[in-house]
Antibody
């Protein structure tokens, strides 16, 4: 069974940093691209970032470009999101998500989702 | 501001057919595959339709997807109470070099 478990969420002041982690199991991690997707409770979904199977292809939403960094450790089957210069508008539930394929550009297909980690940016 | 446009709501009685539209442009739906996700209340989204019209194993054949030009549609036939959820379309956008979701449609079973 595919399992994606996010950690590292919490309350942080504007301008500060936070690092989200996602531990995975139940599938061959380095066969799949991975993503972070966020959702303000009661609102729509916003794709944040994606990384292909070998970290050779990475992309970000314009709203986080230059502030967030996605990375993966295939040896540990884990995914991370380093979030710097946080803004109040970054407040959301952040989902770790597994793609159906090893590459994601153009063919993005999110096959599994974690339960999410809540990030609240407030003074 | 979502990349793809969906109606905010749709409804039907049990057994009816409901269709949800997803409107995009040549840089997203017009040139890339469309995926549909279902989000039941209080849960994470779930893959419903991929590759425009493919169902993952376990998804009932009551759900079907189609695409034409810069628009796509999700049809739910034989609507059931457990289909009450939010539905999101999505596609890669070449202009944004990113993945865009629709605004979401809340389906209510009357």
């Amino acid at each position: 069974e595919v399992q994606l478990v996010e950690s590292g969420g919490g309350l942080v002041q504007p301008g500060r940093s936070l690092r989200l982690s996602c531990t995975t199991s139940g599938f061959t991690f380095d066969d799949h691209a991975m993503h972070w997707v966020r959702q303000v409770p009661g609102r729509g979904l916003e794709w944040v970032s994606g990384i292909n199977w070998n970290s050779g292809s990475i992309a970000y939403a314009d709203s986080v470009k230059g502030r967030f960094t996605i990375s993966r450790d295939n040896a540990r089957s884990s995914l991370s999101l380093q979030m710097n210069s946080l803004r109040t508008e970054d407040t959301a539930l952040y989902y770790c998500a597994k793609d159906k394929y090893g590459e994601f550009v153009v063919v993005t297909t999110i096959a599994h989702w974690g339960q999410g980690a809540l990030v609240t940016v407030s003074s | 501001q979502s990349v793809l446009t969906q109606p905010p709501s749709a409804s039907g009685t049990p057994g009816q057919r409901v269709t949800i539209s997803c409107s995009g442009s040549s840089s997203n739906i017009g040139s890339n595959i469309v995926t549909w996700y279902q989000q039941l209340p209080g849960t994470a989204p779930k893959l419903l339709i991929y590759g425009n019209n493919q169902r993952p194993s376990g998804v009932p054949d009551r759900f079907s997807g189609s695409k034409s030009g810069t628009s796509a549609s999700l049809a739910i036939s034989g609507l059931q109470s457990e289909d009450e959820a939010d539905y999101f379309c999505a596609a890669w956008d070449d202009s944004l070099s990113g993945y865009g979701f629709g605004s979401g449609t809340k389906v209510t079973v009357l």
